[in-house]
């Protein structure tokens, strides 16, 4: 593995529409990360996952976003019914264990609702 | 989680070092500090951590005051490439322990060539 990978890169999606992005981690790390970042503004926190357990949900995750990590490998964040509050930049970390050594960031998709 | 409180931008001319400031005097003791960077359209990348010891690695090194109330970041031979956002970052923890991590708006370093 050479890192955390995202799909797509950019995505641009109308009004109403769903989309959903995928985050392939490193191999070995249990935990996962879903942040979402807008323009000017650090990354906000959205979910976590540790192997295929989701264990902690932001207050910014409506029910209109959904995320899976099935079998504790990839994970999925899906948008439905999309607004243009949405757009911004969702991006994916992972780590192995305790943290203490610093996630590893994907490049992250870019969402753009028009 | 204790809050940060950085300098909005800085300048710092290629070839010398970079000293980013970071202020949180609300940490607590079991809290670490963390740097990490974001160069444009790129995700953040982990630069250093620490608690009470300055450390120092390949990338960085970072100074911590002895009340831990404020570090700093240095990078001492800043390059173009070292242009970016850099955040500081004190890692929390849910009741989970998933130990997420809340970035403020960070610092914006420009390297002037």
């Known amino acids: 593995d050479t890192g955390v990978s995202q799909n797509p890169r950019h995505k641009i999606t109308k009004r109403g529409q769903n989309v959903t992005f995928r985050c392939d981690p490193i191999s070995e790390h249990n935990r996962l990360y879903w942040y979402r970042q807008t323009l000017g503004q650090g990354p906000e926190f959205l979910t976590y996952?540790?192997?295929?357990?989701?264990?902690?949900k932001s207050r910014l995750l409506s029910d209109r976003f959904s995320a899976e990590r099935p079998k504790g490998s990839f994970s999925t964040l899906e948008i439905q019914r999309t607004e243009q509050g949405d757009s911004a930049m969702y991006l994916c970390?992972?780590?192995?264990?305790?943290?203490?050594?610093?996630?590893?960031f994907g490049s992250g998709t870019r969402l753009t609702v028009v | 989680d204790a809050k940060t409180t950085q300098p909005p931008s800085m300048d710092c001319a290629e070839g010398r070092a970079a000293n980013l400031p970071c202020n949180h005097s609300?940490?607590?003791?079991?809290?670490?500090v963390y740097w990490y960077r974001q160069i444009h359209s790129q995700g953040p990348q982990y630069i250093i951590h620490?608690?009470?010891n300055n450390e120092t690695n390949e990338m960085a090194s970072l100074i911590i005051t002895e009340d831990r109330k404020s570090s700093t970041l240095i990078l001492p031979h800043a390059t173009l490439r070292d242009t970016a956002v850099y955040y500081c970052?004190?890692?929390?923890?849910?009741?989970?322990?998933?130990?997420?991590?809340?970035f403020g708006t960070g610092t914006r370093l420009t390297i002037i060539p």
């Open positions: 970390a992972s780590v192995y264990g305790r943290a203490n050594y610093g996630y590893t």
């Open positions: 609300t940490i607590s003791g079991n809290e670490y």
């Open positions: 970052i004190v890692r929390g923890e849910s009741n989970f322990g998933n130990e997420k991590l809340t």
């Open positions: 996952f540790q192997n295929e357990a989701q264990l902690e």
């Open positions: 620490g608690l009470k």
